[in-house]
Protein backbone atom coordinates (compact mmCIF):
# COMPACT_ATOMS: atom_id res chain seq x y z
CA UNK A 1 0.00 0.00 0.00
CA UNK A 2 2.60 2.20 0.68
CA UNK A 3 4.73 4.16 -2.20
CA UNK A 4 8.40 4.26 -2.01
CA UNK A 5 8.54 7.30 -4.77
CA UNK A 6 8.35 10.40 -2.08
CA UNK A 7 11.48 10.99 0.61
CA UNK A 8 9.12 12.32 3.07
CA UNK A 9 6.02 10.85 2.76
CA UNK A 10 3.34 7.91 2.36
CA UNK A 11 1.03 7.71 0.19
CA UNK A 12 -1.58 4.96 0.94
CA UNK A 13 -5.24 3.90 -0.05
CA UNK A 14 -7.13 1.85 2.96
CA UNK A 15 -10.01 1.35 1.08
CA UNK A 16 -11.51 2.29 -2.39
CA UNK A 17 -12.05 5.93 -3.07
CA UNK A 18 -9.80 6.99 -0.22
CA UNK A 19 -6.09 8.25 -0.73
CA UNK A 20 -4.10 8.70 2.98
CA UNK A 21 -1.10 10.76 2.58
CA UNK A 22 0.75 10.21 5.60
CA UNK A 23 3.71 12.71 6.88
CA UNK A 24 6.80 10.61 7.79
CA UNK A 25 9.52 11.96 9.52
CA UNK A 26 8.70 11.14 12.99
CA UNK A 27 12.42 11.46 13.82
CA UNK A 28 12.09 15.11 13.34
CA UNK A 29 8.26 15.01 14.69
CA UNK A 30 7.28 15.12 10.77
CA UNK A 31 8.41 19.08 10.61
CA UNK A 32 7.84 19.55 7.10
CA UNK A 33 11.13 20.91 5.47
CA UNK A 34 11.48 21.46 1.94
CA UNK A 35 11.15 18.26 0.25
CA UNK A 36 8.03 17.27 2.62
CA UNK A 37 6.44 20.38 0.85
CA UNK A 38 7.10 19.21 -2.53
CA UNK A 39 6.30 15.88 -1.56
CA UNK A 40 2.57 16.75 0.06
CA UNK A 41 1.88 19.11 -3.27
CA UNK A 42 2.54 15.70 -5.50
CA UNK A 43 0.68 13.65 -3.23
CA UNK A 44 -2.18 15.60 -3.36
CA UNK A 45 -1.94 16.17 -7.07
CA UNK A 46 -1.46 12.51 -7.61
CA UNK A 47 -4.84 11.90 -5.58
CA UNK A 48 -7.01 14.95 -7.34
CA UNK A 49 -5.79 13.42 -10.52
CA UNK A 50 -6.52 9.57 -9.81
CA UNK A 51 -10.69 9.43 -10.97
CA UNK A 52 -11.16 6.82 -8.56
CA UNK A 53 -10.03 8.57 -5.50
CA UNK A 54 -12.82 10.84 -3.71
CA UNK A 55 -11.76 11.73 -0.19
CA UNK A 56 -8.52 12.57 0.77
CA UNK A 57 -6.95 11.93 4.58
CA UNK A 58 -3.70 13.61 5.55
CA UNK A 59 -1.53 12.28 8.95
CA UNK A 60 1.59 12.19 10.72
CA UNK A 61 3.44 9.02 11.58
CA UNK A 62 3.27 8.45 15.36
CA UNK A 63 3.92 10.11 17.51
CA UNK A 64 3.04 13.92 16.78
CA UNK A 65 0.94 14.88 13.74
CA UNK A 66 3.36 18.10 13.00
CA UNK A 67 5.93 20.39 15.05
CA UNK A 68 5.87 22.25 12.14
CA UNK A 69 8.32 23.75 9.85
CA UNK A 70 11.85 22.39 9.82
CA UNK A 71 14.01 25.61 10.91
CA UNK A 72 17.30 23.45 11.20
CA UNK A 73 19.86 24.62 8.28
CA UNK A 74 21.03 22.18 6.03
CA UNK A 75 20.03 20.44 3.13
CA UNK A 76 17.71 22.08 0.63
CA UNK A 77 16.21 24.13 3.02
CA UNK A 78 19.55 26.32 2.70
CA UNK A 79 19.66 26.18 -1.19
CA UNK A 80 16.67 27.92 -1.48
CA UNK A 81 13.81 26.64 -4.15
CA UNK A 82 15.38 23.53 -5.74
CA UNK A 83 12.07 22.18 -6.55
CA UNK A 84 10.04 23.25 -9.71
CA UNK A 85 8.11 26.20 -8.34
CA UNK A 86 4.41 26.29 -8.20
CA UNK A 87 4.15 30.25 -8.12
CA UNK A 88 5.35 33.15 -10.47
CA UNK A 89 6.76 35.41 -7.30
CA UNK A 90 10.56 34.63 -8.34
CA UNK A 91 13.39 35.92 -6.63
CA UNK A 92 14.00 33.27 -3.97
CA UNK A 93 17.97 33.57 -4.03
CA UNK A 94 17.42 37.54 -3.82
CA UNK A 95 18.89 39.01 -0.33
CA UNK A 96 16.94 40.84 2.11
CA UNK A 97 13.70 40.67 2.23
CA UNK A 98 12.84 40.45 -1.44
CA UNK A 99 14.52 37.00 -1.07
CA UNK A 100 12.64 35.98 2.31
CA UNK A 101 8.81 37.10 0.77
CA UNK A 102 9.57 35.43 -2.50
CA UNK A 103 10.24 31.73 -0.97
CA UNK A 104 7.62 32.17 1.81
CA UNK A 105 5.11 33.31 -0.80
CA UNK A 106 6.14 29.97 -2.85
CA UNK A 107 6.51 27.58 -0.05
CA UNK A 108 3.95 28.64 2.63
CA UNK A 109 1.28 31.63 1.52
CA UNK A 110 1.06 30.11 -2.08
CA UNK A 111 1.24 26.49 -1.74
CA UNK A 112 -1.62 26.41 1.64
CA UNK A 113 -3.88 28.21 -0.61
CA UNK A 114 -3.51 25.76 -3.64
CA UNK A 115 -4.10 22.73 -0.97
CA UNK A 116 -7.16 24.24 0.64
CA UNK A 117 -8.97 24.48 -2.62
CA UNK A 118 -8.20 21.53 -3.85
CA UNK A 119 -11.03 20.18 -5.73
CA UNK A 120 -11.84 17.15 -3.38
CA UNK A 121 -13.10 16.91 0.01
CA UNK A 122 -9.92 16.66 2.31
CA UNK A 123 -9.78 15.52 6.11
CA UNK A 124 -6.50 16.38 8.43
CA UNK A 125 -6.19 12.93 11.02
CA UNK A 126 -4.42 14.92 13.90
CA UNK A 127 -2.85 13.05 16.95
CA UNK A 128 -0.04 14.45 19.16
CA UNK A 129 1.13 17.79 18.69
CA UNK A 130 0.22 20.17 16.11
CA UNK A 131 2.31 23.05 15.98
CA UNK A 132 2.88 26.63 14.06
CA UNK A 133 3.24 25.07 10.71
CA UNK A 134 1.17 21.84 11.35
CA UNK A 135 -1.57 24.47 12.05
CA UNK A 136 -1.13 25.41 8.37
CA UNK A 137 -1.83 22.29 6.77
CA UNK A 138 -4.84 20.86 9.23
CA UNK A 139 -6.36 24.66 8.31
CA UNK A 140 -6.01 23.77 4.83
CA UNK A 141 -8.00 20.69 5.20
CA UNK A 142 -11.20 20.64 5.18
CA UNK A 143 -12.52 18.77 8.25
CA UNK A 144 -10.24 18.12 11.27
CA UNK A 145 -10.51 14.88 13.30
CA UNK A 146 -8.32 15.41 16.70
CA UNK A 147 -7.47 12.82 18.69
CA UNK A 148 -8.69 12.80 22.94
CA UNK A 149 -4.40 13.91 23.43
CA UNK A 150 -4.17 16.36 20.76
CA UNK A 151 -3.12 19.59 21.54
CA UNK A 152 -2.33 22.88 19.20
CA UNK A 153 -0.01 25.86 19.26
CA UNK A 154 1.23 28.73 17.57
CA UNK A 155 4.46 29.86 19.16
CA UNK A 156 5.01 32.04 16.17
CA UNK A 157 4.78 35.63 18.19
CA UNK A 158 7.14 34.44 20.76
CA UNK A 159 9.86 34.42 17.72
CA UNK A 160 8.50 38.50 17.22
CA UNK A 161 6.52 37.74 13.88
CA UNK A 162 2.99 38.10 14.02
CA UNK A 163 1.93 34.22 13.71
CA UNK A 164 2.21 32.00 11.25
CA UNK A 165 2.20 32.36 7.30
CA UNK A 166 -1.29 31.53 6.81
CA UNK A 167 -3.42 33.45 8.87
CA UNK A 168 -6.50 31.85 9.19
CA UNK A 169 -6.93 32.39 13.16
CA UNK A 170 -9.61 34.42 13.00
CA UNK A 171 -11.59 31.81 11.07
CA UNK A 172 -10.38 29.00 12.85
CA UNK A 173 -10.73 30.46 16.58
CA UNK A 174 -13.26 33.28 16.14
CA UNK A 175 -11.38 36.99 16.56
CA UNK A 176 -11.03 37.32 20.52
CA UNK A 177 -9.93 33.83 21.19
CA UNK A 178 -7.67 34.09 18.18
CA UNK A 179 -5.99 36.94 19.43
CA UNK A 180 -5.16 35.14 22.82
CA UNK A 181 -4.29 31.76 20.98
CA UNK A 182 -1.60 34.50 19.67
CA UNK A 183 -0.85 36.55 22.21
CA UNK A 184 0.50 33.74 24.48
CA UNK A 185 1.45 31.02 22.72
CA UNK A 186 -0.47 28.62 25.11
CA UNK A 187 -1.14 25.09 23.44
CA UNK A 188 -4.57 24.59 23.51
CA UNK A 189 -6.10 20.75 23.73
CA UNK A 190 -8.23 19.37 21.20
CA UNK A 191 -11.36 19.83 23.14
CA UNK A 192 -11.22 23.84 23.68
CA UNK A 193 -10.46 23.39 19.65
CA UNK A 194 -13.46 21.22 19.29
CA UNK A 195 -15.30 23.90 21.74
CA UNK A 196 -14.44 26.46 19.37
CA UNK A 197 -15.58 24.80 16.02
CA UNK A 198 -11.83 24.19 14.72
CA UNK A 199 -12.17 20.44 15.08
CA UNK A 200 -15.15 18.73 13.68
CA UNK A 201 -14.89 15.46 16.15
CA UNK A 202 -12.67 14.32 18.96
CA UNK A 203 -11.74 10.65 19.23
CA UNK A 204 -9.95 8.43 21.58
CA UNK A 205 -6.40 7.95 20.09
CA UNK A 206 -6.73 4.67 19.52
CA UNK A 207 -9.56 4.87 17.21
CA UNK A 208 -8.49 7.93 15.34
CA UNK A 209 -7.13 6.17 11.76
CA UNK A 210 -10.36 4.25 11.90
CA UNK A 211 -13.19 6.90 12.41
CA UNK A 212 -11.14 9.43 10.04
CA UNK A 213 -11.89 6.32 7.53
CA UNK A 214 -15.25 5.43 8.01
CA UNK A 215 -15.80 9.34 7.84
CA UNK A 216 -14.27 9.52 4.47
CA UNK A 217 -16.10 6.65 3.71
CA UNK A 218 -19.25 7.85 4.28
CA UNK A 219 -18.28 10.78 1.89
CA UNK A 220 -17.09 9.06 -0.70
CA UNK A 221 -20.18 7.88 -0.78
CA UNK A 222 -21.36 10.83 -2.08
CA UNK A 223 -21.59 12.18 -6.08
CA UNK A 224 -18.47 13.65 -6.95
CA UNK A 225 -19.47 16.61 -8.38
CA UNK A 226 -21.53 17.60 -5.68
CA UNK A 227 -18.56 17.04 -2.83
CA UNK A 228 -16.18 19.49 -5.26
CA UNK A 229 -19.37 22.34 -6.03
CA UNK A 230 -20.46 21.95 -2.15
CA UNK A 231 -16.57 22.59 -0.86
CA UNK A 232 -16.25 25.13 -3.91
CA UNK A 233 -19.21 26.75 -1.95
CA UNK A 234 -18.13 26.49 1.36
CA UNK A 235 -14.83 28.29 0.45
CA UNK A 236 -15.98 31.10 -1.88
CA UNK A 237 -18.31 32.18 1.37
CA UNK A 238 -15.55 32.56 3.46
CA UNK A 239 -13.70 34.48 0.80
CA UNK A 240 -16.47 36.37 0.89
CA UNK A 241 -16.09 37.60 4.28
CA UNK A 242 -12.90 38.54 3.22
CA UNK A 243 -10.57 35.96 4.22
CA UNK A 244 -7.92 36.12 1.06
CA UNK A 245 -7.44 39.69 1.95
CA UNK A 246 -7.20 39.60 5.57
CA UNK A 247 -4.47 36.51 4.98
CA UNK A 248 -2.31 38.57 2.47
CA UNK A 249 -2.55 41.22 4.81
CA UNK A 250 -0.94 39.13 7.54
CA UNK A 251 1.30 37.92 5.27
CA UNK A 252 2.91 41.51 4.92
CA UNK A 253 3.40 42.21 8.26
CA UNK A 254 4.45 38.67 8.99
CA UNK A 255 7.27 39.56 6.17
CA UNK A 256 7.91 43.15 8.34
CA UNK A 257 8.14 41.48 11.47
CA UNK A 258 10.93 39.13 9.58
CA UNK A 259 12.79 42.23 8.17
CA UNK A 260 12.42 44.07 11.60
CA UNK A 261 14.13 41.03 13.61
CA UNK A 262 16.97 40.91 10.58
CA UNK A 263 17.77 44.77 11.63
CA UNK A 264 17.80 44.17 15.43
CA UNK A 265 19.24 40.40 15.61
CA UNK A 266 20.80 39.54 12.32
CA UNK A 267 18.22 36.47 12.38
CA UNK A 268 14.30 36.42 10.87
CA UNK A 269 13.11 35.46 14.57
CA UNK A 270 13.89 36.80 17.56
CA UNK A 271 16.02 34.58 19.38
CA UNK A 272 14.43 35.26 22.77
CA UNK A 273 12.06 32.58 21.82
CA UNK A 274 13.95 29.98 20.05
CA UNK A 275 14.63 26.82 21.79
CA UNK A 276 18.25 26.26 22.75
CA UNK A 277 18.42 23.31 19.62
CA UNK A 278 17.79 26.26 17.11
CA UNK A 279 19.19 29.09 18.70
CA UNK A 280 22.34 30.78 16.91
CA UNK A 281 22.17 28.35 13.53
CA UNK A 282 19.91 31.72 12.22
CA UNK A 283 17.37 29.73 11.35
CA UNK A 284 15.69 30.18 7.72
CA UNK A 285 11.37 29.90 8.71
CA UNK A 286 9.16 30.67 11.08
ZN1 LIG B 1 7.89 33.45 7.95
Same mark, same amino acid.
Given at each position: +? ?71 ? @? @????? @? ?54 ? +? ?36 ? @? ?88 ? +? ?22
Amino acid at each position: +MADQTYETILYQTPAPGIARIVMNRPEARNAQNLTMTYDLNAAFDRAVADEAIKVIIVAGSDPHFSSGHDLRP @G @GRNQA @GIDFPALGTWGGFEEGGAHGRMAREQEIYLQITRRWRNLAKPTIAEIQGRCIAGGL +MIAWACDLIIASDDASFCDPVVTMGVCGVEWFAHPWEL @GARKAKEFLFTADTWSSQEAHRLGMVNHVVPRADLPAFTLALAQKIATKPAFALKTTKEAVNRATDAQGQPEAIEHAFALHQLCHAHNQM +MFGMAVDPGGLSPAVKGKAPTGG
